[in-house]
């Protein structure tokens, strides 16, 4: 969760030009630099990443999460209420935080895990583990052979604008 000084030290930062986020270390950053700096650089425009610029994302993208996380936790962390309005289809997804989702992605992927997190866009924090499963055709034989790879994370960032389905976990599917 972000400390309400950090807050402050954010804007003091980007005021002054990012100087403070270029002094040496990682200056208690969380995220890991190297998957910030390649997750970067997947953007064909990009070449190179100047460090104040890694630690200026890495240190945004950090508030970013504690932030949703707050906002998410504001919306549906209210212990003892026991009637739940349901406005917009976004409430739906509000009774599922701290629970389980099936969350279906664009090309063929399929993930599960613990919401901890969303916002208006869909972008979400899943936490414990998720499933991909890709679908691959034989060069061969044109025929379609599924793949199913099955990789635990703690803490995963889905971006919005790839999710089709966000649904409780299916019955029967592991866990």
């Not at 969350?103 to 583990?129: F, I, P, S």
């Amino acid at each position: 969760m972000m400390v309400p000084d950090e807050s402050e030290k954010m804007k003091n930062g980007s005021a002054s030009g990012g100087a403070s986020c270029s002094s040496g270390g990682n200056q208690g950053l969380i995220l890991p630099l190297q998957r910030v700096k390649m997750i970067m650089k997947s953007c064909p425009d990009v070449e190179t990443v100047p460090q104040e610029s890694l630690h200026a994302v890495a240190k945004a993208t950090e508030l970013f999460i504690a932030h949703l996380a707050q906002e998410s936790f504001k919306i549906g962390g209210v212990v003892g209420n026991t009637t739940v309005a349901v406005e917009e289809p976004l409430d739906l997804i509000r009774l599922s935080l701290d629970e389980r989702l099936y969350v279906k992605m664009r090309n063929e992927r399929e993930l599960r895990g613990r919401l901890h997190a969303y916002d208006q866009h869909l972008n979400m924090v899943l936490g414990e583990h998720y499933i991909m499963h890709n679908v691959q055709v034989d060069d061969e034989t044109f025929e379609e052979v599924y793949k199913t790879t099955r990789r635990t994370i703690p803490m995963l960032f889905v971006r919005g604008d790839g999710v089709i389905l966000v649904a409780p976990p299916m019955r029967g599917a592991p866990p």
